[in-house]
């Protein structure tokens, strides 16, 4: 009997020492697939070991702090945790969302704002918010007649607020405080006073809540998703009639809902084990865009918060819009259709603004007392510039919109080792001077438009933590070299453009194909015998068809050389 | 390092246990000596060889003490050995509060204040000085011989489970486990069981309630804040409503007996996976019927050792006049409250618990009795309230102003769907306080704690401590890890 007690204790300990050492174990082998963390977070890197960092306590830090990120079984033990906090307790720790009551989520800063608890967290006095309000419709009317001169309109968006339009599934107990100021409506009298053009969108989804056949917002998303395709209906239509532009017009067909696994954006970020009840259906519109001979699409400066984000998802921009920009919350500016990211402060803000056809300051209700993030000012203090500067700025904007120019620009650039930029305002000085062009009249053929394309692009996906993890994700799961992946996807992103007509160059002709595609034929080749793990593809496909392995990897080569000349995608690198 | 912390649970433990346990029986103290520096090391590298030298000064002195015959010769080693001992403590821990007021007075006095670069705290310099301060004393009254090995001395004095925050050893309570002792399979287990029940009363209740404490109070250790983080947090305490006001304090007088409690626990745990028995820290302090009972509840071994080595020396209850009994208790519990930290709410801490210590014996206690069991635990209960705001708000102006937002009496309702976590934690809390009010808590309390498992039970402890290890561990890195929503693209 003894015995038999110790031998449960032995195995007990065995156990235990097993147990504590799993999650290294599993760190070390990754032998149970677990499901990766959601959300955005900055992982830390490994420190160095030095003799100073260890005695100033910075290198346990940091090492603390990279070890909590990197053992095994981290994401399980979290999402256990999340759930059991979001099922009994209705919390999250993910940054910003507070979960509502029917599995409802919220933004918590719309939530504040909801219940006149945000102002008061930025303003001693609700007077200095209001004074505030004034000044920056004030200076909206400014920025307004500025931009008039050049033939550009300036609006605003008032995207909607969740909160305000499901106010029953809110968590708080606590009723809006009666004095409290409403940010959103202040701002829509002030700017109707003003005469300043704008659209406050939450008034118009509170009503069509009651009419909707669908969920005016998805109830796992704080953010708006298929029902903004009304809010962007509304914003065109608007913007059009402001001047008569002739933007494509946008039909939205019906709202249909299907089925699916896919967690949206915010609750995938809650990081908890099981989807949240009853959310599995979404909805899509079916959208058309209406354009004929008579349409025009606009060049459009968007600046603001994350509600554009829903624009390219639901709606198909380059059929609607000429050009792009976005300056995030007047910080980022990601520019054009493949989003070229830089910091709005370094780039020409000018040029911007007078390229555009209409500027667009938009921002969800709870983020208007922020207003506007710095952008009135500046771009009131931009178009203050002499005319000087204006009429150069403008030949810049003119010789940049010319697609074969730009080109011609990005390879004198190249050439001289110099910015763009100061190519640009180069150029834009010798047209306003009638001096020679640098531009001249040497055809521009494909290879060059598509390398200065493919270099951009790779640029500033490299820059991107988001793109790069996405690649580095399709890399893990294709089981390839992570420059690959990119090479593949850019190639595809270029082919796309070309095909839409976006890249202009001059036709070269091809003289000899037989002897191009013989040239490719051993390039292939000798890539692919450089690379072992094609290699051993290859011998293994071999070995499975009985073919030697020379005429595995022949056959191998003429297939993919059929394959890119009907696409045409050999030619790309010529 | 703590042992709430993932560096500890994931890496440190798990190697040390199989390093430990790997090794023949004789090696195993240099094993746990060389595991508790590095333990130091890790968290206060520039501290460690004033650790190590200190210890080694110390080992030599009492050794020396020990053989000396001249009864002076033996009284100024002791006292050379305390007042290293001490003179540390006091140059590290109160150094900058005795700058601060020096200099406060002579700004008073219109002159030049004297020039000092702050110095930081040597982490767990309150434990191990007092430790050392044992040992010598110990060996003074002869009540135990001094030890032979250096390694033995300085592995008392750095023993990982317990150097940074107690329980305080006497030397005398663990001189003979150093050299002698057994590590039974039953003594791991239960040492883990026990070690992952602190855990749990760290990570998942007094953290949880923590969280909302700092919201109010801001944090801990007002030293670091600058003067608008002050004010700022004088603003808050300003605008609180009485509700809140009264939920803060009582989370927070939950959280510091978790939080403590949760250590002690660990550090006893981890001591008995190795063979020791540490002694118990905590008995239930909350259900004591009067002060002077929860001061013996409460980090009993602080208490014994301020009984033994300070009111004992100061007369203790053996002298000739009440006033100067009342004043020796009185000066023990201020001297302890100044143990707690260097600034003046702990001295008002300390004079406050004084106080009412004496209140005790004057009239108090018999006022409790006539009160009855469950009103009387009640009140002291409110008595340690109370005074802990003194202890938490580590500035006498805002503690008076957090009373005073107490006794405002401006209630707004409760809402349990507010912060249900944190309330419904809170009840877990006091239920688990008050306990072992009945006779049928405090029998579970000692079938869990103090008595042998069988094999059932045994697979039945095993199978709930794994699960509230993982579960702790989830804890400790969701709340750690709070990704961001937006900046995706």
């Known amino acids: 009997m003894k015995n038999r007690k110790q031998t449960t204790k032995y195995v007990l300990y065995g156990l235990l020492a097993i147990l504590l050492f799993l999650p290294m174990i599993q760190r070390k082998t990754g032998f149970v697939e677990t499901r990766a963390l959601k959300g955005v977070f900055e992982p830390t890197p490994k420190p160095e070991l030095t003799f100073g960092n260890c005695k100033s306590g910075s290198y346990q830090t940091q090492i603390e702090k990279y070890l909590s990120e990197n053992f095994g079984f981290r994401e399980p033990l979290i999402r256990f945790y999340n759930q059991y906090a979001y099922s009994f307790f209705n919390t999250t720790h993910c940054h910003f969302i507070t979960p509502g009551k029917n599995g409802y989520l919220f933004y918590d800063q719309a939530v504040n704002d909801y219940f006149g608890t945000e102002v008061p967290k930025h303003f001693d006095t609700d007077d200095d918010f209001r004074d505030k309000a004034d000044k920056e419709v004030e200076l909206m009317k400014q920025l307004q007649a500025e931009l008039h001169k050049y033939g550009i309109e300036f609006m605003a968006f008032m995207a909607p607020d969740k909160p305000w339009v499901y106010p029953e599934h809110l968590p708080k107990h606590a009723p809006r405080l009666p004095e409290a100021v409403n940010t959103v409506e202040y701002y829509d009298q002030k700017m109707t006073e003003a005469g300043i053009p704008h659209i406050e969108m939450t008034k118009w989804y509170q009503q069509m809540r009651d009419t909707a056949s669908f969920d005016i917002f998805t109830k796992t998303d704080t953010h708006w998703r298929y029902a903004a395709v009304y809010g962007y209906d509304s914003l065109f239509r608007y913007m059009n009639s402001l001047n008569d532009f002739g933007i494509p017009k946008i039909h939205i067909g019906a709202v249909q809902s299907y089925t699916t696994d896919l967690l949206e954006g915010d609750e995938e970020t809650l990081n908890l084990m099981f989807p949240i009840k009853g959310t599995s259906t979404k909805y899509k519109a079916d959208i058309t865009i209406e354009s004929d001979s008579t349409t025009r699409k606009p060049r459009v400066l968007f600046v603001g918060d994350s509600f554009i984000w829903s624009l390219e998802t639901f709606l198909p921009m380059r059929e609607i819009l000429e050009d792009v920009e976005i300056w995030f919350y007047n910080s980022t500016a990601y520019i054009g259709f493949n989003k070229e990211t830089f910091k709005v402060k370094e780039i020409n803000r000018l040029a911007s603004l007078l390229n555009a056809d209409f500027v667009v300051y938009y921002a969800a209700g709870h983020q208007w007392w922020q207003t506007s993030f710095g952008f009135l000012e500046d771009a009131v203090e931009q178009l203050s510039a002499s005319d000087s500067i204006i009429r150069l700025t403008q030949q810049m904007n003119a010789i940049r919109n010319d697609k074969k120019w730009n080109i011609a620009m990005q390879i004198c650039a190249s050439d001289k080792g110099l910015n763009i930029d100061e190519i640009l305002e180069q150029e834009a000085l010798n047209v306003i001077c009638g001096k020679p062009l640098l531009k001249d009249e040497t055809p521009i053929y494909k290879d060059i438009v598509v390398k200065f394309e493919t270099e951009k692009i790779e640029r500033n996906w490299r820059q991107s933590k988001e793109v790069m993890d996405i690649m580095q994700q399709k890399s893990t799961e294709k089981d390839m070299p992570l420059d690959s992946v990119l090479k593949s996807e850019i190639q595809w992103l270029v082919l796309q453009e070309i095909e839409r007509g976006e890249l202009v160059f001059d036709q070269a002709p091809i003289t000899d194909t037989a002897a191009f595609i013989k040239a490719k034929r051993k390039e292939i080749e000798k890539a692919w015998r450089n690379t072992p793990e094609i290699m051993d593809m290859i011998q293994e496909k071999a070995l499975q068809n009985g073919l030697p392995f020379d005429t595995m990897l022949k056959r191998d080569i003429d297939w993919i050389i059929n394959q890119q000349t009907e696409t045409g995608e050999l030619f790309l690198t010529n | 390092m703590v042992f709430s912390s993932n560096v500890f649970l994931l890496y440190f433990l798990p190697v040390f246990l199989l390093v430990y346990f790997l090794m023949p029986k004789s090696?195993?103290?240099?094993?746990?000596?060389?595991?508790?520096?590095?333990?130091?090391?890790?968290?206060?590298?520039?501290?460690?060889?004033?650790?190590?030298?200190?210890?080694?000064?110390?080992?030599?002195?009492?050794?020396?003490?020990?053989?000396?015959?001249?009864?002076?010769?033996?009284?100024?080693?002791?006292?050379?050995?305390?007042?290293?001992?001490?003179?540390?403590?006091?140059?590290?821990?109160?150094?900058?509060?005795?700058?601060?007021?020096?200099?406060?007075?002579?700004?008073?006095?219109?002159?030049?204040?004297?020039?000092?670069?702050?110095?930081?705290?040597?982490?767990?310099?309150?434990?191990?000085?007092?430790?050392?301060?044992?040992?010598?004393?110990?060996?003074y009254r002869n009540v135990n011989k001094p030890m032979e090995r250096l390694s033995d001395y300085m592995l008392y004095i750095t023993m990982f489970p317990q150097l940074i925050a107690g329980p305080i050893i006497r030397y005398c309570d663990i001189a003979d486990q150093i050299r002698n002792r057994e590590s039974l399979y039953t003594d791991r287990l239960h040492g883990f069981y026990r070690f992952v029940l602190g855990l749990c009363k760290k990570i998942l209740i007094a953290d949880v309630i923590g969280f909302q404490v700092d919201q109010v109070f801001g944090p801990s250790n007002y030293d670091v804040l600058t003067s608008a983080q002050l004010a700022d947090i004088a603003s808050k305490i300003a605008a609180l409503d009485s509700t809140t006001a009264w939920i803060t304090i009582f989370a927070f007088t939950f959280q510091i007996y978790f939080d403590f409690a949760g250590y002690s626990d660990m550090a006893i745990g981890l001591g008995r996976m190795m063979g020791f028995k540490f002694p118990e820290n905590f008995d239930n302090p909350y259900v004591a019927t009067t002060i002077s009972e929860f001061w013996r509840r409460w980090h009993q071994t602080f208490s014994v050792f301020i009984k033994n080595y300070l009111y004992f020396p100061l007369g203790g209850s053996r002298v000739k006049t009440e006033g100067r009994k009342y004043f020796n208790l009185w000066f023990c519990f201020l001297m302890s409250g100044l143990w707690h930290g260097a600034a003046w709410n702990f001295v008002v801490y300390g004079a406050l618990q004084g106080m009412f210590i004496c209140a005790d014996k004057l009239f108090l206690k018999k006022f409790n009795q006539r009160l009855g069991t469950i009103p009387s635990v009640f009140f002291t209960f409110l008595i340690i309230v109370l005074t802990r705001c003194f202890f938490r708000i580590e500035r006498i102006d805002l503690s008076w102003l957090f009373i005073k937002r107490l006794f405002a009496f401006e209630f707004t309702p409760f809402h349990f769907g507010d912060n249900p976590h944190l309330y419904v934690t809170m009840l877990v809390a006091a239920f688990f306080s008050f306990f072992t009010l009945s006779k049928v808590g405090l029998k579970v309390q000692n079938a869990v704690y103090f008595t042998e498992y069988n094999k059932k039970q045994h697979i039945i402890a095993f199978c709930i401590s794994i699960f509230a290890f993982v579960f702790c561990l989830g804890a400790l890195n969701a709340t750690g890890f709070s990704p961001f929503i937006y900046f995706r693209f």
């Open chain 2, 27 to 139: 090696t195993r103290n240099y094993v746990l000596l060389f595991a508790s520096i590095l333990f130091y090391a890790y968290g206060a590298p520039e501290f460690v060889i004033q650790l190590i030298v200190s210890t080694i000064a110390n080992f030599f002195l009492v050794k020396w003490m020990y053989k000396a015959e001249k009864p002076l010769l033996k009284k100024t080693l002791c006292g050379i050995s305390i007042a290293i001992s001490i003179g540390l403590l006091f140059f590290f821990k109160y150094g900058n509060f005795t700058m601060e007021n020096i200099n406060a007075i002579l700004g008073w006095t219109h002159h030049e204040p004297l020039k000092w670069t702050r110095i930081l705290l040597p982490i767990g310099i309150s434990f191990f000085s007092f430790q050392s301060v044992t040992y010598t004393l110990d060996t």
